[in-house]
């Protein structure tokens, strides 16, 4: 019984020390890549809305996410309360 248990535990160990070098990996390559946006730049969504970024954040997809605070784009003056979304449901506004 104790040596199924030993083999047991090393499995287990090995399974979680690959998860995490897969996301130790995967958060390397992440920050390896030019960033598309920045902090205080207005963007627009993808499908409606227009915001400022107020800081980025790595999802626990792996993908970074911006915290953001709708904007009215001809005073940008900014609305009350805020969101995130990932960075491949925003483009540059122009």
């Known amino acids: 019984m104790i040596l199924d248990r ?3 535990v090393a499995v287990w160990n090995h399974l979680t020390y690959s998860t995490y070098m897969d996301a130790a990996n995967t958060r390397t390559q992440l ?3 030019a960033p598309m946006f920045s902090v205080n ?12 970024i107020l800081s980025f954040r790595i999802g ?3 993908e970074r996410w ?3 605070k709708e904007i009215n784009p001809v ?3 900014t609305y ?5 979304l990932p960075e491949s449901c925003l483009r ?3």
């Open 6 to 8: 030993n083999i047991y």
């Open 31 to 33: 920050s390896l890549e």
């Open 41 to 52: 730049q207005i963007v627009a969504g993808k499908n409606a809305g227009v915001f400022v």
């Open 60 to 62: 626990s997809d792996g």
């Open 66 to 68: 911006a915290n953001l």
């Open 75 to 77: 005073t940008q003056k």
């Open 80 to 84: 009350p309360g805020g969101l995130s």
């Open 92 to 94: 540059q506004y122009h």
